[in-house]
């Protein structure tokens, strides 16, 4: 498969990602039991799915471009872990969920940083 497949497929996990944060960090806001809520499962697929399309795609892309393991490709699956758990933290502490979805977007930010000008 083609760097350029990777890449495509690596958006659409992020899209994933991060649109099941949203509809996460709307259902802390908003509060109640989620737990009682269908959507529960469709942003838990989502975000699962999508984590897991994220890394298979960001491999196959460092494979192709043979560069190990710089800087930036580990800043980015610390991105990755942390994208992993700010869901939940969202819904735990729900007067937090907010904040949180702001840092959701620096993280994203930063991971497109990261990997479009490789600063280390
Ligand atoms: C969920 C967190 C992540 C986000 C939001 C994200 C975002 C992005 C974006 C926006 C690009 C395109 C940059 C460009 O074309 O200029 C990109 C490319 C890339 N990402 Fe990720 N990424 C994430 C996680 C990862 C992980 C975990 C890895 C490694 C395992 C990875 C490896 C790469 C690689 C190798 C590229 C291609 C860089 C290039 O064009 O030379 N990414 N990522």
Do not use: E
Not at 37 to 60: E, N, Q, S, T, Y
Not at 77 to 93: F, N, P, S
Request: proline share 2%; aromatic share 14%.
């Amino acid at each position: 498969m083609s760097f350029d497949f990777y890449k495509i497929v690596h958006f659409l996990g992020i899209f994933m990602v991060f649109s099941a944060l949203g509809g996460q960090i709307v259902m802390a806001i908003n509060g109640g039991d989620a737990k009682q809520l269908p959507g529960r499962k469709w942003i838990a697929m989502f975000h699962g799915v999508g984590l897991l399309i994220v890394l298979v795609a960001g491999f196959g892309m460092i494979a192709k471009l043979g560069v190990g393991f710089p800087g930036w490709v580990v800043g980015k699956i610390v991105i990755w872990v942390a994208l992993g758990g700010v869901g939940a933290i969202a819904a735990r502490k729900k007067n937090l969920a907010g904040m949180i979805w702001v840092l959701v977007l620096l993280l994203g930010l930063t991971a497109a940083y990261l990997a479009h000008y490789k600063p280390f």
